[in-house]
């Protein structure tokens, strides 16, 4: 049933979609760029041609029918009972006026009626008075509710789009969350803001349509259908001749080169440039020539521009606008001397107020049909964030693959074919990796060295599925590794990084989270952080794996008196002391995070990425040592700039240069080599001794060598 529903949801998003694209076309063509200047500014308004068009608001309203279904349906699924109520009472609350000002009329005419008959009216008057009476207790008490109900639905309805963005995001892989055009421009708030928004808008329509009921009522008693004419008449003309910009689309900038240059040097003033503009002596420089610039200006206006565009409005415009406001009652006072006996004061009365407010709201619905449209494309941008497509996609196939004796081997097996790599959207000519071809043959350990922007965690990141490659062939354990499924290569993969950071969760769940399943199990993440070498760490914090580093406390003060005896200053100082630990202690944990997910049964495959780079020499030799230790037959592939520890273990080094592998080998191969790999060993191992590096060795220089790095 539920996946029924969520079909015909997606469908109806599907047709709104596709109508509302047909709908944008039609719009974007009719789109007129207007340009003017006002003061230092350039104002551009896009304007519709035509202006209102009644049938094509139509349209568009018919077309985003069923994203509106889907909302209302969405909002209605958190609180069934809570969105009927908050709906009732914000219907009454658009009525309410119409219905007292009904009340009213049957009041006053009751009075007239009375007062020119003579006869006594005290009964019903005091049943009039009762009535409106209670009405008005009755309005009061729903407005209060409705604010209560909107803000309890608003509560509810901002979490479960918070969910469902949450879950979006989660779902994304790392080149789509990188890429700006598929990135999830929603907000949590947008689908409560839209929603509140439509509605009113539509208690707005039946405001107008009430008020218009008592008009035409007042108007059927009278004969006289004119009124209604005349008291569409303002919102009409000013719907036809709007300088207002509230509704449209505009952009200003600042396009006078005096302006411009007051404001660069202005800027020089500040704090930012004190050092450079004290050295170089330019305070009078600066002066004069703002001063010059300033001249030049003269009294061209810099206020806001869209108040300045609106302030353009010729006089005759609100000259006209006024008469029209009077329209109704000059109407009424001529109608009343033509034609006595048709007009009583009370429904010349009724008719002035009632006017008035359709008037408005009119106005209102003009206006606000433009943020309409955009209230529906917020909530069409909403739903499609769930559309936005990986571009890593994973096939169907099983990882590992299990041989006919139920067993796959411990580690993970990788073959590249003429690789080509180029990060999407990159603005760099070269690509990050070029016609790699090489073989990881699985329980292996790898070390891939190179100079900077060489391609080393460019191919970490191909070879773990964070990126695809833009061609060639990549298979892991025999097959194209895009058939497996991505779910289970994750659950084999482990990296280990730079890049990886502290959660804002206690210490004990930073770690526990290499292995979730296990993540309670406190031996189990006190033996990891031994491994990753973090238990000192640990241990003199005073709440222990308890202590959350970064807490997501969101504070908030006014008029803080600056005093630090202040008492209250002295409870925010208490708040907003950090537990701060230092770069390698942070890496440590992060790294015990990682022997946490090597524990688990799945890990095939262990990716690291530089993760020592501010661990000192004992630490990072206790994390090669724990590495090898804990790897168990496990793919181990490591990218480093610091040669020895490992390169002498490792089964293959890869050295990579502008994108390519230049050298594959074990480190004795590599040095009698005498390529890439030993020219970069030799500059570490040079730094030891104090002669100048000769970049050229021979292979009596190479055990040498060997011994200084180790
Ligand atoms: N996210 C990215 N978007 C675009 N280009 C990138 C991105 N990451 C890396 N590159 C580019 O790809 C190339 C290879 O980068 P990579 O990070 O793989 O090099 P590296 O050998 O690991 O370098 P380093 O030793 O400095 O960490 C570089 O030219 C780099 O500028």
């Known amino acids: 049933m539920e996946a029924e529903t969520e079909k015909a949801n997606l469908k109806a998003a599907e047709d709104a979609n596709g109508s509302e694209e047909e709908n944008e076309t039609t719009d974007f063509k009719d789109v007129v760029i207007e340009e003017s200047q006002v003061g230092v500014y350039r104002v551009l308004v896009a304007t519709v041609k035509g202006g209102f068009d009644l049938y094509k608001q139509f349209g568009f309203v018919y077309s985003a029918l069923p994203l509106l279904h889907r909302l209302l349906a969405d909002v209605y699924n958190q609180d069934r009972v809570l969105f009927t109520l908050y709906i009732v009472s914000r219907f009454w609350g658009s009525v309410e006026n119409a219905l007292l000002m009904q009340m009213s009329s049957d009041l006053l005419r009751t009075i007239e009626t009375g007062l020119i008959n003579r006869e006594p009216f005290l009964n019903e008057v005091l049943q009039s008075l009762a009535l409106r009476a209670v009405c008005g207790a009755v309005v009061s008490f729903l407005s209060w509710w409705s604010e209560r109900l909107g803000t309890r639905l608003k509560i509810r309805v901002t979490r479960h789009f918070e969910l469902y963005l949450m879950k979006v995001q989660l779902n994304l892989d790392v080149p789509t969350s990188l890429d700006t055009s598929s990135k999830v421009s929603a907000s949590a708030d947008s689908g409560w803001d839209a929603f509140s928004k439509i509605i009113e808008f539509l208690m707005t329509v039946v405001t107008a349509l009430s008020h218009l009921a008592v008009i035409f009522n007042a108007a059927r008693v009278s004969g006289d259908p004119m009124f209604l004419v005349?008291?569409?008449?303002?919102?009409?003309?000013?719907?036809?001749?709007?300088?207002?910009?509230?509704?449209k689309a505009c952009y200003a900038f600042v396009n006078n080169v005096d302006y411009i240059r007051m404001a660069a040097l202005k800027s020089l003033s500040g704090s930012e440039y004190r050092e450079d503009v004290l050295n170089g002596n330019?305070?009078?420089?600066?002066?004069?020539?703002?001063?010059?610039?300033?001249?030049?200006?003269?009294?061209?206006?810099?206020?806001?521009?869209?108040?300045?565009?609106?302030?353009?409005?010729?006089?005759?415009?609100?000259?006209?606008?006024?008469?029209?406001?009077?329209?109704?009652?000059?109407y009424c006072g001529l109608s009343a001397v033509f034609n006595p006996s048709r007009f009583t004061i009370s429904s010349i009365a009724i008719f002035q107020q009632s006017s008035q407010t359709l008037r408005w709201t009119l106005i209102e619905i003009f206006t606000h049909s433009d943020q309409f449209?955009?209230?529906?494309?917020?909530?069409?941008?909403?739903?499609?964030?769930?559309?936005?497509?990986?571009?890593?996609?994973?096939?169907?196939?099983?990882?590992?693959?299990?041989?006919?004796?139920?067993?796959?081997?411990?580690?993970?097996?990788?073959?590249?074919?003429?690789?080509?790599?180029?990060?999407?959207?990159?603005?760099s000519i070269e690509k990050a990796l070029i016609s790699i071809n090489l073989k990881i043959r699985a329980g292996n350990v790898v070390v891939i060295v190179g100079g900077n922007g060489s391609g080393k965690s460019t191919l970490l990141r191909i070879l773990s599925r964070m990126y695809d490659p833009s061609s060639g062939e990549f298979l892991i354990d025999g097959n194209l590794a895009k058939d497996y499924t991505l779910a289970d290569l994750r659950r084999a993969t482990t990296i280990l990084s730079q890049e990886n950071k502290l959660y804002p969760l206690s210490l004990?769940?930073?770690?526990?989270?290499?292995?979730?399943?296990?993540?309670?199990?406190?031996?189990?993440?006190?033996?990891?952080?031994?491994?990753?070498?973090?238990?000192?760490?640990?241990a003199k914090l005073a709440d222990g794996y308890d202590t959350v580093l970064d807490p997501m406390i969101a504070t908030d003060s006014i008029?803080?008196?600056?005093?630090?005896?202040?008492?209250?200053?002295?409870?925010?100082?208490?708040?907003?002391?950090?537990?701060?630990?230092?770069?390698?202690?942070?890496?440590?944990?992060?790294a015990a995070r990682s022997f946490m997910r090597m524990r688990s049964k799945t890990i095939k495959f262990v990716a690291v990425d530089e993760p020592s780079s501010a661990l000192d020499a004992e630490g990072e030799l206790q994390l090669f040592n724990q590495l090898l230790e804990a790897r168990e037959g496990k793919t181990l592939i490591f990218v480093t700039h610091r040669f020895g520890h490992l390169t002498k273990f490792a089964d293959m080094i890869l050295c990579m240069k502008d994108g390519r592998v230049a050298e594959t080998g074990r480190h004795e191969e590599l040095m009698l080599l005498n390529g890439e790999y030993a020219k970069l060993y030799k500059i570490q191992a040079d730094a030891f001794n104090d002669s100048p590096a000769d970049l050229s060795l021979d292979s009596s220089e190479v055990d040498s060598l060997e011994d200084a790095n180790q």
């Open 230 to 247: 005349v008291c569409l008449a303002k919102p009409l003309f000013l719907q036809s001749f709007n300088r207002q910009l509230w509704d």
């Open 282 to 330: 330019l305070g009078n420089w600066i002066i004069n020539e703002y001063d010059k610039s300033r001249q030049k200006l003269g009294d061209v206006d810099d206020t806001y521009p869209f108040f300045m565009y609106e302030r353009r409005n010729n006089p005759f415009h609100d000259m006209f606008s006024r008469i029209l406001e009077d329209l109704p009652i000059m």
């Open 373 to 427: 449209r955009r209230d529906v494309a917020a909530i069409k941008t909403l739903y499609q964030a769930s559309e936005i497509k990986n571009s890593v996609v994973g096939g169907k196939l099983a990882y590992p693959v299990v041989s006919e004796k139920g067993v796959s081997p411990p580690g993970m097996g990788f073959e590249l074919r003429n690789i080509n790599f180029a990060y999407p959207g990159s603005k």
């Open 508 to 538: 004990g769940e930073n770690i526990g989270l290499g292995c979730v399943e296990s993540i309670t199990d406190m031996d189990m993440v006190r033996d990891a952080a031994v491994m990753g070498g973090a238990e000192k760490v640990i």
């Open 559 to 590: 008029n803080i008196p600056g005093s630090d005896n202040h008492p209250l200053k002295q409870i925010m100082n208490k708040l907003d002391k950090k537990i701060n630990v230092s770069g390698g202690e942070r890496q440590r944990i992060v």
